[in-house]
């Protein structure tokens, strides 16, 4: 079965609000890793947290890890309607090398 | 720095041909992967590639499903005979590797069986 799990299934928010997506996954893992994909186009690769960091920031986005908890949640702050997308997190599994394991999803609709 | 490349973007096919999906990694990577994505589900890992060699392939359907990544070329999905079922969004993604993990995707190819 796939690794990862987001949590909400579906995400509908004003512009300007933060938008919170948790993620939780069942093995140890070297990394973790959260992408944007657009209807009908690819991924877009936004952040990656290793094992042993908890806490990452980039721009807008803000991503934690709970290793214990096996878990992570990306926060969107000020949302806007062009985040309206759905958001995956992929994990890398310790013990089979650099494969990534995608959950289902959460799709975020940000309404101007 | 061109992206992952993946080519066709469409491809329609029908019931009983061979289709044929390309994918050139970035520059300077050599680990390959392929995923599958159907209508409104996520991505199931189909198959790990490094250069001419096969890491992992334990999505991929044990009938009509292969993958190479020669030492010169693309990496090459192919799908023979293929079915409705068959009928997705197929990614592939590449990476350094060897501790540098981040995957970066191509745009996909549809695959359309009729």
């Known amino acids: 079965s796939q690794q990862g799990e987001e949590d909400p299934q579906a995400l509908s928010i004003q512009e300007g609000e933060n938008a919170t997506m948790n993620c939780s996954y069942k093995?140890?893992?070297?990394?973790l890793q959260w992408y944007r994909q657009n209807s009908g186009r690819g991924l877009v690769h936004l952040i990656l947290?290793?094992?042993?960091?908890r806490e990452k920031h980039s721009g807008r986005l803000r991503v934690t890890l709970d290793t214990s908890k096996k878990s992570s949640s990306l926060l969107i702050t000020a949302s806007r309607a062009a985040d309206t997308a759905s958001y995956f997190c992929a994990t890398a599994v310790s013990n089979t090398g650099n494969q990534f394991y995608f959950g289902t999803g959460t799709s975020l609709t940000v309404i101007p | 720095n061109a992206g992952v490349m993946q080519n066709p973007r469409h491809l329609v096919r029908r019931r009983g041909q061979e289709a044929r999906l390309r994918c050139s990694p970035m520059k300077g990577h050599s680990h390959v992967y392929w995923y599958r994505q159907l209508p409104e589900e996520g991505l199931k890992f189909m198959v790990y590639l490094q250069k001419e060699n096969i890491i992992d392939e334990s999505g991929m359907p044990k009938e009509r499903f292969s993958a190479e990544f020669p030492k010169e070329g693309p990496s090459i999905l192919r799908i023979q005979q293929v079915v409705r079922g068959d009928s997705a969004a197929y990614f592939c993604?590449?990476?350094?590797?060897?501790?540098?993990?981040?995957?970066?995707f191509g745009q996909g190819t549809r695959l359309t069986v009729v």
């Open positions: 093995t140890s893992i070297n990394n």
């Open positions: 947290i290793r094992s042993n960091e």
């Open positions: 993604a590449s990476s350094l590797g060897t501790g540098r993990t981040e995957a970066f």
